[in-house]
Every structure is written in structure tokens, then in C-alpha cells.
């Protein structure tokens, strides 16, 4: 009989498909009835330290694909956050995703969520419309490193990295969350972005760049699983495109432990984790693999 | 996937109410709505206030930066629209009375029109009552109600829709309108053990369902919503009560 159970470093799921930041994560009920829904565990919406309202609308959009967003990282800052995780935590494992601008402003932000409860801290290195945050931090390994570092120094539970697609040196900063301790990291984040509009000859975004998610990102995501498998010793935790069994599996072979679900969330609905957990267990049963832990890189030689 | 329409006929409803009728194929149901976006200014989330084969509009009352901005639009201009979301009313539900509050009422219009059941207009005063001869067009009780008494019933809606459900056996209120009117609107239906469809407001951002920014309690009112029946909003803690602001902090009503 196959499991669906699999092993994050320390952190153990019973169920391999998350909730990724940013999609009903913002508030405690919501994040709640996302593990009701059959998610393993829930990433937070990036908390930063103070309450930010984001970029003004438009700040998404349906595409070919997927969607747009530059959403801008609203949250309600980390103190007022404690609230929504007094409600979520009793019922499973939230990831706390944080962002700043500083390894001291990580280091704060993960000892909150720490103390919050969080199951382990998700450290957003990676949002590409934010000016000063995400990206903007994690592309440039020796800042990546010295925020993990520090983070690792300030907190007891594991630190993920949430790392940006948007570098040709995606192992390099793979390998520096490893070489300071980080315990897993998370690829991919949107792909940084533009629509337009012909009629109105402008971006269509407040913000003009944004991110694309959804399926039209998968083969991307996929195609980073693989190379920073190729180089890491840590866990990795696939996102992007992902709303089927196959998808998952597709992660899971490239070299993610887990994986994580966002945009399907809206393109299939709230149910999207049920279907995806029912398919890949009937995989796995009539492919002959285990657990999850058996099938994790089988795409590599 | 946004949509660019030309506008093709506007109709002034009141002194700071306008409707914009444009064509567009998408299908909608009644009680859906759109998000409407105004270069360099906003982008909103707007009613859709009648479907007539591939005609829609929406009915915009000036109270804000964006919805002046649309207020300056002329027959010709363009806008460019996303949608429709929501889930719209279930208009097979028995003996309806249908009621809109002020420019809530552009909500309730296409199920007006697609049913003919018995509406309440209800308003401020007189010259706040929007949409009266529309109604008419397609049902033949059409009550107003005016909270200062310059038109029709003198009080609010709930009072109306108390009066009307004594004389009348309804199996279900449809509603839009200010939160606190449709908070009494349940309150009164719990009491008079009515059924009940409300369609609520948050503050929205994707209107897809996927940011999460408009939820109240585990419910997203672009997606779930916005039309509620009694028993989803018996358990909505946060109905009548609070809403978040554009950063997810909880901002109580009172």
C-alpha cells in the first residue's frame, strides 16, 4: 500500500501538496479551510514588518496559461499576523513566509513566526514586483547566504528559501542557502512579467512588471527542480503550475520531496488538492512506487 | 483575459448615477459582476445592472476616483473588463421578493428583469431612487421605499420588506444593497424563518479567487459569493460586523 506521507528535513507531512504563499493564506479561517480541503500545509501570505497594502489594482489578471499578479506583498504587518495563526495553527502546519530587506529583518520576522507557532519559515527571496524585497535579495547569493545564515542563527525550526527563476545563476544560489545552513529550498516563484494593452497602449499592471504563474510555468519550475537537484544535497520543494497528479509527479522525479499549489487554486477550484492527492496515490500504486520519498529524482540518471 | 468594449449608450439614472450599456459576448448570469479598469486611475469591481442577449451594462454611482473617472466616459469611449465572476442568484427559489438599497440595486436588476417577482427600490429620498422604470418594464409590484418619505413607503427597506412579506407568502428574499440593510434583511429573515440571497461587498483585488484579500471568515465574496444564502451567512462571524482593508487588518464596523 503506497503513502502519500513524505519527509521535509524535519518537517514530516502526511499529505505532500502545500498551499503556496499568497493564495488564501492571508487570514486564519482561510487557511484553515485550505487544510480542510486537503492540503498538507499551508505557506502564510509574506508577512513583512509593518502592514503593507500593496500595489494598487490592477495588480492581476487571467492570461494564456495562468495569471498575472502584482499583488505588491499587502499583508497586515507580523504583529497583527499573530491573530490569523492563533486561528490556523490548532489546525495543521502553517509555514510562516516572510520577506524584508535585511538579514536582521528576516531574523526578527522568523522569530515571531517562531513564536506564532509556524512549523517552519519560508523566506521569500524571490517575489519579482516588490522594489527592495524578494528578487531583488535573492538574486544576489552572498545576500541569499547571509540572510539564511542569519535566520538559521535566530530561529530552532527549519528555514526554506523561496527561490526566483528569474537568474541564470539559480544552483549558485541554491548552493548558498545550502552552505548556510538553510534546510530545504522552494523553486519556483512567478516569472517576472508584462501584459499590455494594445487599446490603451500601456501596461496593464499598476505596477507595469508582474508574475506569471500557473501551467504555462510548469516546464520552467520543473526544468529548476532538476538543475538544483543536480546540485543540492538539501530537500526541494516544487512549485509552480502544478493542478494535477501529473504535474506533481513531473516535481517529485525532477527532485522535490513536496510541492506546492497556488494558481489552481482559483483555475480548479479549492478541491484541486483532493484530486491531485487521489490521482498520484493510484499512480503510485499501479507504477510500484512506495512512498514518495521512492519516486524523488527517478527522472535522474 | 480582459476584454475591450466600446461603450455604446449611457443613460443618466439619478444626478450621480449613470448606466453604460456596451456589447459584450461573455455570458452572464444575474447577480454576477466585473472588474472594470480605468487607465491610470483603478480598477473596480461593478455589478453587471442588465443582460440583454450579448448587451450588458453596469450602473455607477459617482462616489469615488474611479467611478468619477467613469462617470466622464462618453457613447464611443472604451473600457476594458474582466469577468464575469461570482456565482450569481439561484432565481429557482420559489416566490421571490426582490429589494435593492440605493446603487445596490443595479445588482438585483437582471433577476428583476429575468423573473418579473415582486422588487422594492429603496433610498435615501426621491431623488436617490434609481432604475424604478426599468423594473417596471418587467414586474408588476414595484414598491419604493424612501427613508426621509419623498417617495413611496416612508422608511427603509427592511420595514417595506416586512409590511410586504405580512400580505404575501414569499419562499425567498433576494437582496443587495448597504451592509447594514442587508444585515437586518437576515436578521428579519431568521426571525420570520424565511430563506434569504444576499449579495455582499469586500474590497477585491483578483476577483478570481485566488488572492484572498475579499474573504469573510473562510468565504471569498468574488468567488463563493457574492450572493450568500441564510445558512452560509449564518456562519459569516464577520457579516454586519467587520472588514479587512486592502492589508488584511480586521476594521470593525462599530
Redesign the interface.
Known amino acids: 500500500m503506497a503513502t502519500l506521507e513524505t519527509d521535509i528535513g524535519g518537517v514530516h507531512l502526511e499529505l505532500p501538496g502545500m498551499v503556496a504563499s499568497g493564495i488564501m493564506d492571508e487570514t486564519g479561517h482561510s487557511m484553515v479551510r485550505m487544510f480542510e480541503c486537503g492540503a498538507g500545509a499551508v505557506v502564510s501570505k509574506s508577512v513583512g514588518s509593518v502592514p503593507k497594502g500593496g500595489h494598487a489594482n490592477p495588480c492581476f489578471m487571467e492570461v494564456a496559461g495562468g495569471y498575472v499578479n502584482a499583488m505588491g506583498l499587502p499583508n497586515p504587518g507580523i504583529d497583527l499576523f499573530k491573530e490569523e495563526m492563533d486561528v490556523a495553527v490548532p489546525h495543521g502546519k502553517v509555514i510562516g513566509s516572510i520577506y524584508g530587506a535585511s538579514p536582521e529583518e528576516f531574523s526578527h520576522l522568523a522569530g515571531k513566526m517562531e513564536d506564532y507557532g509556524a512549523t517552519a519559515i519560508e523566506l521569500n527571496l524571490s517575489c519579482p514586483h516588490a522594489k527592495g524585497y524578494g528578487m531583488e535579495v535573492g538574486t544576489d547569493p552572498k545576500m541569499v547566504g547571509s540572510i539564511v545564515s542569519a535566520v538559521k542563527g535566530s530561529v530552532s525550526i527549519p528555514v526554506w528559501a523561496k527561490l526566483t527563476p528569474n537568474t541564470h545563476i539559480l544552483p549558485e544560489i541554491g548552493r548558498a542557502v545550502q552552505d548556510a545552513g538553510g534546510d530545504a529550498v522552494v523553486a519556483i516563484n512567478t516569472l517576472k512579467a508584462m501584459v499590455i494593452s494594445p487599446e490603451f497602449a500601456r501596461p496593464i499592471m499598476s505596477n507595469k512588471f508582474c508574475g506569471l504563474s500557473g501551467s504555462a510555468v510548469k516546464p520552467v519550475g520543473v526544468r529548476a527542480v532538476y538543475d538544483l537537484r543536480s546540485v543540492l544535497d538539501i530537500p526541494i520543494i516544487g512549485v509552480g503550475g502544478i493542478s494535477t497528479w501529473r504535474d506533481a509527479a513531473e516535481y517529485i522525479m525532477a527532485g522535490a520531496s513536496a510541492f506546492q499549489v497556488g494558481s489552481a487554486i482559483g483555475t480548479d477550484g479549492v478541491d484541486v488538492f483532493k484530486r491531485i492527492n487521489d490521482g498520484l496515490l493510484a499512480f503510485m500504486e499501479e507504477y510500484g512506487y512506495d512512498s514518495i520519498t521512492s519516486m524523488v529524482g527517478a527522472a535522474h540518471e | 483575459?480582459?476584454d475591450?468594449v466600446r461603450i455604446k449608450k449611457v443613460v443618466e439614472e439619478a444626478y450621480d448615477t449613470k448606466t453604460f450599456f456596451f456589447d459584450w459576448n461573455a455570458e452572464a448570469r444575474p447577480g454576477q459582476f466585473i472588474?472594470v479598469?480605468i487607465?491610470?486611475v483603478?480598477?473596480?469591481p461593478m455589478s453587471i445592472s442588465s443582460i440583454t442577449d450579448s448587451t450588458k451594462s453596469i450602473t455607477v454611482k459617482a462616489i469615488g476616483d474611479a467611478t468619477r473617472a467613469i462617470h466622464e466616459l462618453k457613447e464611443g469611449d472604451?473600457i476594458?473588463i474582466?469577468g464575469p465572476f461570482g456565482n450569481g442568484f439561484d432565481l429557482d427559489s420559489g416566490k421571490m421578493l426582490i429589494i435593492g438599497g440605493g446603487v445596490g440595486t443595479a445588482a438585483i436588476m437582471p433577476a428583476v428583469a429575468a423573473t418579473g417577482a415582486d422588487t422594492i427600490i429603496a433610498a435615501r429620498s426621491d431623488r436617490d431612487v434609481i432604475l424604478e422604470e426599468k423594473a417596471r418594464k418587467f414586474a408588476s409590484n414595484v414598491w419604493i421605499a424612501t427613508d426621509d418619505g419623498s417617495k413611496g413607503f416612508h422608511g427603509n427597506a427592511v420595514q417595506l420588506m416586512r409590511e410586504k412579506v405580512a400580505e404575501n407568502d414569499y419562499d425567498c428574499i433576494l437582496a443587495c444593497g448597504p451592509e447594514v440593510m442587508l444585515y437586518f434583511t437576515y436578521k428579519a429573515c431568521e426571525e420570520l424563518d424565511l430563506d434569504c440571497q444576499l449579495s455582499l461587498e469586500r474590497y477585491m483585488?483578483?476577483?478570481?479567487?485566488?488572492?484572498?484579500?475579499c474573504?469573510m471568515?473562510?468565504s471569498?465574496v468574488c468567488?463563493d459569493g457574492p450572493v450568500f444564502n441564510r445558512s452560509q451567512i449564518s456562519m459569516l462571524t464577520e457579516f454586519g460586523n467587520s472588514k479587512?482593508?486592502?492589508?488584511?487588518?480586521?476594521v470593525k464596523f462599530r
Open positions: 483575459m480582459s475591450v472588474m479598469w487607465p491610470g483603478d480598477e473596480i472604451r476594458s474582466r483585488k483578483c476577483g478570481a479567487g485566488v488572492c484572498g484579500c474573504v471568515d473562510d471569498r468567488r479587512r482593508d486592502e492589508c488584511g487588518r480586521i
